[in-house]
């Protein structure tokens, strides 16, 4: 298997450059952001649950009777996680295309085959790829949130509708 996408990734990049370095730094930065989304949802997770627990005498909480959890869209981390991973992939991007300008001009001998769109494809494919994968992988990290939200969160103290909240948050229907 990672021959086969590291086959597929070298006939998607100027020619000389492996893909090995490539695929490990994408891997590896998706991992770090992925893992900078769970440890910021989980604190503010944790912080959240505390909220609705008052303490009485020596170790003792009680679940406040109209304690209300705070929606689950207010929890998610910044969007800064995603943002990095666009700026990463225009980083690439360019690394890729000045790559190509090098002594060897690989730039100038792409465009003269045939098909002409060669240039882009080398240049363009591993950072768009990078940008599917990186929104897949937010995508993968709310559901993820999403279910430990549910999972931890006292069932009495959910406001109904999370989902919906979160969805006309994402609209852009509220704040």
Known sequence: MKQRICNWARR?????????????????????????????????????????????????????????????YQLLPETAVFFAAVALAFGLWLGLWLYCRQESRADYRLRLLPDRWEFFRRTASLPLLYLALAALTAALMVLLHYLL??????????????WGLFLDALLGRRH
């Open 149 to 162: 939200y549910l999972a931890r969160v006292p069932e009495k103290c959910l406001e109904p509708d999370q």
């Open 12 to 72: 998607r990049l100027p020619p000389g450059l492996e893909p090995e370095g490539e695929l490990k730094l994408m891997a590896g930065s998706l991992a770090v952001m992925a893992l900078i989304s769970a440890v910021g949802f989980s604190g503010r997770l944790e912080s959240g649950i505390q909220a609705l627990y008052r303490v009485l005498g020596q170790d003792r909480k009680v679940l406040w009777p109209e304690a209300r959890m705070i929606p689950f």
